[in-house]
């Protein structure tokens, strides 16, 4: 009998039979599936054709059908609806993975063929769109070494493994200095705790087998601890040890693990030929040099650093007035604030709630896109993973566009957080394919179901990745909808949340749960002025971890990465009661794997250009400017990885981002 996941798929749109597909299919579809992307690769690599355009960059394209069916319909129910089955199989596939996608980024003879269309595409003929796939084919092999000879070749093997191997125990040290440390909180101790931290300090009591509630160092629970906690002795306890995991000494501290692997980071730059690790990882990014990184975010530290210093006088004052003496320090911050807050914004979650019910809000996302991007959405009847998943049809003008899936409650099996991923993506090689779209987020279950604003905010974050893959419209699959660099790929996504900002759509689709009536004016207002609290605050902590991770990475990489750390905050004036976000002992973005090292920038960089994008829609005369809309498809939502990011933004916009729509965002300049 035919493995259901590698026979052809007949349902609806072609969407992955899950109703005919059991987990132990999984193992030897994916076994057939790595052969046959084996034997095609060979094929490519072994023919005696002089290599060209089709027969070498082409053929890798159209390679690998299968994979991409099991591993689409594997990763789809491993991360939404997982069970002991299928981790037990993630565990065995994701090393076998990497090493199927090391061999071939390490085939010889394909990469020669692959440098010999390279050397010749002046005299190719080729179109703008196979011009870019044959450089982001040949960049990434070079990247990862393939034009490496030698003993060259041999440290970089060693380099990755010993990076590789780092990596990972960074990890395990910090989840170890997590795991192991919680405070006791005695009955009086959680005096001033709102229900909901006093509750989860009894839940993680319980998992600790401890006598009573506890404040563990997970970040759901010690930020709101330290936000409302009135005993400021428990208070710089807790601080004190969350900032301290990973640099508390002995087999888990990580501070000599950062300086090797920074140094490991420089020596792989340079065999490479690059200056430096920053200049390596910033090749492939819109911002391309560390320079470009450092003057923008030079450019929001300031006047954040301003508004931050102001903030913190308020501060002491509130601390003094309560009758504490001597600065302002970091424990003290969060619990201030959420005073000023409280008395500033009195915006009361439990009211807001029952106006933001989850289906009005998917009604409120599409019909934006419905306004924008002419976009209908019908109910579709397929069998998915789950029940609680909902699909649609997306179609324009009476055609088909794409499929687009909805999961989007919590629940045991799945992990945590919010995702878009593209189960099919949009191509026209080798012949034409329609995406299916799925977003995955964790909202609770309710009759309605109800949504915080923040819920509400990452299910239009998570639909604006969405509308990034289903609008896609090239050629290739690998530059298609989000293959994009990484300081892009977040701008259709934070830029689509500003739909939900705008009071017509609000007015409109948050509608009371019984009553039906519309959210009031003043709720609506301070919604809105409630997204802009304590942004000196944030910002400031948020900026000064890019500018560490940006200096760890330019130049000969630090002895000593703590001196380091302290030179360059020195160097910004860091206010004194301001700890960074994720200080380096514990900074996993960057020292857990490969993926923000020297980009942690890039969440800064992607709001810089939504704001400035959502701007020029201000400007145009409104949140719904046809001609707006009509350029953001043409230039950005349709194109993928197609052109230059900076290119595609300038189309757009007619110039490159400017700071000043996210300082006026963040309430850090006068409107
Ligand atoms: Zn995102």
New binding site residues.
């Given amino acids: 009998m035919t493995n259901p996941i590698l026979a052809d798929w007949t349902t609806p749109f072609a969407v992955a039979p899950f109703d005919t597909i059991s987990d132990d299919d999984f193992a030897p579809a994916l076994e057939r599936a790595l052969a046959t992307h084996n034997a095609e690769i060979d094929r490519i690599a072994s023919t005696a054709e002089p290599p060209d355009f089709a027969n070498t960059v082409e053929a890798m394209e159209a390679a690998g059908a299968d994979l991409d069916k099991v591993l689409s319909v594997f990763f789809t129910v491993a991360g939404a609806d997982s069970n002991p089955a299928r981790e037990a199989l993630q565990r065995d596939f994701s090393p076998r993975l990497a090493a199927h996608f090391a061999e071939i980024s390490g085939n010889k003879p394909l990469f020669r063929r692959i440098a010999a269309v390279w050397q010749a595409r002046d005299s190719l003929d080729l179109s703008d769109e196979q011009q870019r796939v044959l450089m982001l084919t040949h960049r990434s092999f070079v990247r990862a070494g393939a034009a490496l000879e030698g003993d060259a070749e041999l440290r970089m093997k060693e380099i990755k493994g010993r990076l590789a191997t780092l990596g990972t125990g960074f990890t395990q040290n910090l989840l170890a200095d997590e795991r192991g440390w919680f405070m006791d909180l005695s009955e009086e101790e959680l005096e001033g705790l709102p229900d909901f931290v006093v509750e989860a300090a009894r839940a993680a009591g319980a998992e600790k087998e401890a006598a009573g509630p506890v404040v563990t160092l997970s970040r759901s629970l010690i930020v709101p601890f330290l936000q409302f906690s009135p005993r400021r002795d428990l208070r710089e306890k807790a601080y004190r040890a969350w900032t301290a995991r990973g640099a508390n000494g002995g087999d888990t501290d990580n501070r000599d693990i950062a300086a090797e692997i920074l140094t490991l980071r420089e020596e792989r730059a340079r065999l490479l030929g690059y200056d430096s690790f920053a200049a390596y990882k910033l090749e492939t990014e819109m911002a391309r040099t560390p320079e470009r990184v450092r003057e923008l975010l030079m450019q929001v530290w300031t006047p954040a650093k301003a508004q931050a210093d102001a903030d913190a006088e308020k501060l002491t004052a509130m601390m003094q007035a309560d009758g504490v003496n001597g600065p302002l320090e970091a424990w003290d911050w969060r619990y201030y604030a959420e005073k000023r807050r409280k008395a500033e914004h009195d915006l009361d979650e439990a009211e807001l709630k029952p106006y933001l019910q989850l289906d009005r809000m998917i009604e409120a996302a599409f019909t934006c896109a419905n306004r924008l991007f002419g976009l209908e959405f019908a109910p579709l009847d397929v069998a998915l993973y789950h029940p609680d998943c909902r699909a649609w049809e997306v179609m324009r003008d009476g055609a088909h566009v794409a499929v687009f899936i909805g999961d989007y409650f919590a629940r045991g099996s799945k992990r945590s957080g919010a995702w878009?991923s593209a189960m099919r993506s949009q191509a026209k090689f080798p012949e034409t394919q329609t995406p299916v779209v799925i977003n995955v987020c964790n909202f609770a279950k309710g009759d309605p179901a109800l949504l915080s604003y923040d819920d509400a905010r990452t299910l239009f974050?998570?639909f604006g990745?969405a509308l990034h893959q289903m609008l896609s419209d090239v050629t290739y699959e690998s530059i298609s909808g989000t293959s994009v660099a990484r300081d892009f790929?977040?701008l259709p996504?934070?830029l689509y949340e500003h739909w939900l900002e705008v009071p017509e759509v609000l007015e409109e689709f948050a509608t009371h749960a019984e009553t039906g009536a519309a959210m009031p004016h003043d709720m609506l207002d301070k919604v809105l002025a409630a997204a802009n609290f304590d942004m000196g605050f944030q910002t400031v902590e948020y900026v000064a971890s890019a500018l560490v991770d940006l200096a760890f990475h330019e130049g000969a990489a630090p002895a000593d990465p703590m001196a380091r750390q302290a030179e360059v905050l020195a160097g910004i004036g860091m206010p004194a009661a301001i700890g960074m976000r994720h200080a380096t002992p514990h900074f996993a973005h960057v020292f857990a794997g490969d993926g923000y090292s020297s980009g942690y920038y890039s969440y800064m960089w992607s709001e810089v250009m939504d704001a400035d994008a959502f701007a020029a829609f201000e400007e145009a005369g409104g949140a719904f400017d046809p001609e707006r809309a009509k350029a953001l498809e043409a230039h950005i939502l349709s194109t993928g990885g197609s052109k230059e990011p900076e290119e595609l933004y300038t189309a757009f916009r007619g110039r490159l981002p400017g700071v000043e729509a996210l300082l006026k965002g963040r309430g850090l300049v006068a409107a």
Wanted: glycine share 0%; proline share 0%; aromatic share 0%.
């Fill in positions: 878009c974050h998570e990745h790929v977040e996504s934070q």
